[in-house]
């Protein structure tokens, strides 16, 4: 039997073989399990046991980078007909094997050879799932964004930055000195806009923070931060937050123009109503107390 999930409003479906992902060790997608609706059209329709060769598809390589959590290498392809992804262990023996993700373009149906030979391994399929639900959602101008959330009095505030300059130390320092204040997700909130007003849902995909909770919250504020010996917060102009945000969306859709093209459109859109902030900080209850008055005031 199919399975769906509903992540920031889109329906992903899974099937057999492996069609549950809770089962096959993605604990994540719990929370944004729904009963299965046959007419329903999701986003994103996987099968995972397709037979898929590289050799079948002549690609242009987009962007190369290292899985490390998982020892692989990606690779982000297009191809005449759409996208291809695929990974392979950094070192191979004779039982290797490249595991690959291929979606056409205009179509929900995403094909891969995951589940070919038995049981996927749980973080190829989690991260491959999060690149061809990128994928998916791209064009319905909507993004995972590498940052950590947290909620207070109804709105959330996106931390951005690299990784290690401190983002979930920051939003820990407002759980800790700040009443009311909630994480909603630690690695991959997903942020669109719903009716006009931007908005920030949390995912299945939270980094090393099993933060998984299905709800979603209006944007008050995004704040790019930085280590610093001080604390000193200002706004940025609107060119200056397009440069702090884009650093955080899914790298690879960079190197393509039709995917990038849909991320500024999204985020010109977000930008137009939400002030984006930098943040030059110590690891202290100070840095956490300016950033919430700055952006929700002295409530």
Request: hydrophobic fraction near 40%.
């Given at each position: 039997?199919?399975?769906?999930?509903?992540?920031?409003?889109?329906?992903?479906?899974?099937?057999?073989?492996?069609?549950?992902?809770?089962?096959?060790?993605?604990?994540?997608?719990?929370?944004?399990?729904?009963?299965?609706?046959?007419?329903?059209?999701?986003?994103?329709?996987?099968?995972?046991?397709?037979?898929?060769?590289?050799?079948?598809?002549?690609?242009?390589?987009?962007?190369?980078?290292?899985?490390?959590?998982?020892?692989?290498?990606?690779?982000?392809?297009?191809?005449?007909?759409?996208?291809?992804?695929?990974?392979?262990?950094?070192?191979?023996?004779?039982?290797?094997?490249?595991?690959?993700?291929?979606?056409?373009?205009?179509?929900?149906?995403?094909?891969?050879?995951?589940?070919?030979?038995?049981?996927?391994?749980?973080?190829?399929?989690?991260?491959?799932?999060?690149?061809?639900?990128?994928?998916?959602?791209?064009?319905?101008?909507?993004?995972?964004?590498?940052?950590?959330?947290?909620?207070?009095?109804?709105?959330?505030?996106?931390?951005?930055?690299?990784?290690?300059?401190?983002?979930?130390?920051?939003?820990?320092?407002?759980?800790?000195?700040?009443?009311?204040?909630?994480?909603?997700?630690?690695?991959?909130?997903?942020?669109?806009?719903?009716?006009?007003?931007?908005?920030?849902?949390?995912?299945?995909?939270?980094?090393?923070?099993?933060?998984?909770?299905?709800?979603?919250?209006?944007?008050?504020?995004?704040?790019?931060?930085?280590q610093a010996p001080h604390n000193a917060m200002r706004r940025q102009s609107t060119i200056?937050?397009?440069?702090?945000?884009?650093?955080?969306?899914?790298?690879?859709?960079?190197?393509?123009?039709?995917?990038?093209?849909?991320?500024?459109?999204?985020?010109?859109?977000?930008?137009?109503?939400?002030?984006?902030?930098?943040?030059?900080?110590?690891?202290?209850?100070?840095?956490?107390?300016?950033?919430?008055?700055?952006?929700?005031?002295?409530?």
């Amino acid at each position: 039997m199919s399975r769906d999930y509903i992540i920031a409003g889109f329906r992903l479906r899974t099937n057999e073989p492996y069609a549950d992902l809770v089962e096959n060790g993605l604990r994540g997608f719990k929370p944004f399990a729904v009963d299965f609706d046959a007419d329903a059209k999701p986003v994103m329709d996987l099968h995972m046991d397709v037979p898929i060769a590289i050799g079948d598809y002549e690609l242009c390589l987009l962007h190369e980078f290292e899985f490390e959590d998982a020892k692989h290498d990606c690779f982000f392809c297009r191809y005449d007909h759409g996208y291809l992804f695929y990974m392979q262990p950094q070192n191979p023996d004779e039982n290797s094997r490249k595991i690959i993700f291929v979606r056409e373009f205009g179509s929900s149906k995403v094909v891969s050879n995951i589940a070919e030979q038995g049981a996927p391994d749980p973080s190829l399929l989690r991260f491959g799932l999060w690149v061809m639900f990128g994928l998916a959602i791209n064009p319905l101008h909507a993004i995972a964004i590498h940052s950590s959330v947290i909620v207070k009095d109804g709105g959330a505030v996106m931390f951005l930055g690299e990784s290690g300059t401190g983002k979930s130390t920051h939003t820990r320092l407002w759980r800790e000195n700040i009443d009311g204040a909630k994480l909603l997700n630690d690695d991959s909130p997903i942020i669109r806009c719903v009716d006009g007003v931007p908005t920030v849902f949390g995912s299945a995909w939270s980094g090393k923070t099993p933060c998984y909770i299905n709800k979603s919250f209006p944007i008050r504020g995004i704040v790019r931060l930085s280590q610093a010996p001080h604390n000193a917060m200002r706004r940025q102009s609107t060119i200056s937050a397009l440069g702090a945000l884009l650093p955080s969306c899914p790298p690879s859709f960079a190197y393509d123009s039709e995917l990038q093209d849909n991320i500024c459109d999204t985020l010109s859109e977000v930008l137009a109503k939400v002030p984006v902030y930098h943040l030059e900080c110590l690891p202290d209850a100070a840095a956490a107390q300016l950033s919430h008055n700055t952006i929700l005031g002295n409530k």
